[in-house]
């Protein structure tokens, strides 16, 4: 019996074994880089709707024990990783499983929300995969921004809410920096100071700022540099130009260099007027900074330094230009042939000393002397003969078809321009913090700048135009402004919590405030300025019923991020050198600052669809503006008439809501609504539309990539902004007479990422791209400005297009390390 025993329980022991491994099985997978095949240690992968899961090891494997006929969900998440799950049964996983990860923006710009108080925080990474023709800071606002809006790919300029560029306030590691003063086309401003590649962070509002930050109307963007913790570095060549950059870290200091060429003329090929362009832009940076004193010290010294130079030269030799306008039915054409030159050089010389003390997190305080130097000049010595037409449209007419069949009119044009500008502009300032206490911070500081300005005038020019010439006498004179401008402001913010017990659950509400107070005063005018200014924010701790995307579709209570913000405040901007010059060329020192109030209501909320982050952020504002100083634009020159002479407001609403449409991508749809208008007092006109009435505005960034080979990806880019109004020159009471065309513009970039790697050791290499973009996908001929030329047939005036530029195609090869 005790043998029959044994037996029997070895047979039962041999059966058991299999029998209870019926009862669990066993998966494995590995997880890989999408785009480097190298295996991803310490992914966290789970079953989904359960608490079990495991890590995986060194080279990426897995493995999990599950219940045999059951379906399950597999999720794979890793920071710097989009999370990636997949449904399938027990059996079905028997194999090996693979998870490559696609890594997590690739994407070269981040767009978070907007922080507390209505500053929009924009992450820069590099420029290599953003579709654009300049790759400037000022044309991706346009695209980044909300309420920011331009009718040109050229330049640097942008308009927000009704203002216009000379009302943005732009500060690079605290300093103030300028835009040219004789430029009067886009394609002649070259590059703007920001260098994106340096870039380490970008803060940008559209009104209802801080007082901490200067005295403009409009906006306000502050750029701070980086502070390399490594070796890096990058290359971006293409037939447009390109760019390098270079940073490195050695104990105490740290040294960032930066350069950039331009060279636009395969692209300004496509405009109107043909002839030989010569646009060549090239600027070098540096920035570096030394820490002072012992590293286990409480006290913490700074000494930093920015150093840049630009040298931008434009010279163009027009030939002849071919306009067709009008309708199908009413074609019009203008033939122009020219004769001689447009040159346009500006040297810029820029410069900071910054030391920086700071006691732990508790106090900090900046002091800065800076300083810039521009050498601007233009010489136009210009001949033009032109004819304008009816043309035949009528297809029938084969022999006449799309030829001139009624001279409208004929005429001549010269202008003749001899002008050298010089400005140099020395400021001395200090910037200082102190946490009183875990809810008070107290921040002051305090600006004197020195402006010395000296700008010779010799120009005439005459327009023949159907027997009816209008001449313009020589403007011969040398002007010269020196002056003094000192500023001062204090600000106290204040954040709390409020903790309010509501079934069974303890409730935080998160809000703040900031106010403050700005001082400014001008030599010139001899006027003081005193600008309140309010912020206040509120993060509810509210919970709502969300559906999420689950196994069993489940109705989740979620967290409602959800914030609301608001500002008031008074800004004002005393004139500066371009503002005081009037059309006769004449200074008028008794102009007043322009004064401006805002009113500011937002919302940012973030919610789930399908799984999916989104966030949405509107904004409603009103602006009411007193002592104008009205202008006249054309192109990119703005021509004010140099006196407080009327009033003026703006309102509207912008909305965006951007998220992950596309796992790892970023994209977002804007759209704003604008109303500004004016009324000055040497017109009978009443309330006009301003030239930076813009209606509507609308942006769309869309990124994907193929689900296959995520190292493929596509960017589009899609601009529109409905008509600014136009007026013939001279007449004051024609202003704003017509309306313009809409702009509309679509770009696109193809990428191929050749290597891509989160491993690289310092100093090797990161990433290799190749990006082939098509500007202005559709060839839309938008419209920047109009030449106005009368009619000797019915004695009127035409509105003759000056189109930008069509179609191009752009390659560029992008390295990082």
Known sequence: MKRLFFILCLLFLANARPLLAQNTLIIRGQVLDSISAEPISEASVRIKNTIRGTKTDEKGFFSLKVQPNTALGLEVSHVGYVTQSINLTAEEALNLIVFKLVIRDMGEFTVTEKNALGLQIIS??????????????????????????????????????GGNYDENLIYVNGIEVYRPFLVRAGEQEGLSFVNVNLARSVQFSTGGWQAQFGDKLSSVMDVSYKKPKQTEGSINVGILGGTAHFGMSRKRLTTLLGIRHRDLRYLLNTFDVSGSYLPVFSDLQSFSTLQLGKKESRWRKEISMLLAYARNRYRVFPTSQSTDFGTLGDAKRLFVEYKGSELMNYDTYQGALAYKVSFKTKFSSTFTASGVQTYEREFADLLGAYRLCDVNKNIADQENFNQCNLIRGEGGAFRYSRNFLNANILSIQNRSSWQLNEKLLLEAGAEAKHEKIRD??????????????????????????????????????YTDTIYKQRSNRLKKHVYGLNVGLRASQWSVNQEWLISPRAQFFLRPDWYAKQKRKTNKNQTDTVLVDIQLRA?????????????????????????????SIHGILGMDWSFFVNDKPFRLTAEAYYKHISRVIPYDMDNMRLRYYGLNAGQAYAYGLDTRINGEFIPGTESWFSLSYLKTSEDVNFDTLGFLRRPTDQRLTGTIFFEDHLPSNPTARVYLRLLYGSGLPFGPPNIVNARAAIPGR??????????????????????????????????????????????????????GLYAVPNKLSLRFFNLRFVANW
Not at 128 to 144: A, E, F, Q, Y
Not at 476 to 486: A, E, F
Not at 586 to 592: C, G, I, P
Not at 763 to 771: I, P, T
């Open 124 to 161: 820069p990474k590099s420029l290599s995969s953003i579709p654009t023709v300049t790759g400037d800071m000022g044309d991706l606002i346009k695209v980044l921004g909300m309420g920011v809006s331009g009718n040109s790919e050229f330049g640097s300029a942008y308009n927000v809410r």
């Open 456 to 493: 010779e005038i010799f120009e005439y020019s005459y327009f023949d135009s159907a027997g009816f010439v209008r001449y313009s006498p020589p403007a011969d004179s040398s002007l010269n402004l020196q002056s003094w401008r000192v500023a001062a402001y204090a600000q106290l913010s």
């Open 567 to 595: 500002a008031l405040g008074v800004y004002q901007q005393a004139p500066f050198y371009r503002e005081l010059r009037n059309y006769s060329n004449e200074l008028n020192f008794n102009l007043k600052a322009q004064q």
């Open 742 to 795: 809409a702009y509309r513009r679509v770009d696109i970039g193809f990428t191929k990422f050749l290597k891509y790697s989160t491993q690289a050791l310092p100093g090797e290499l990161k990433s290799m791209a190749v990006h082939f973009e098509i500007l202005n996908l559709l060839g839309i001929a938008n419209v920047i400005s109009y030449n106005w030329v009368r009619d000797y047939v019915n004695n």
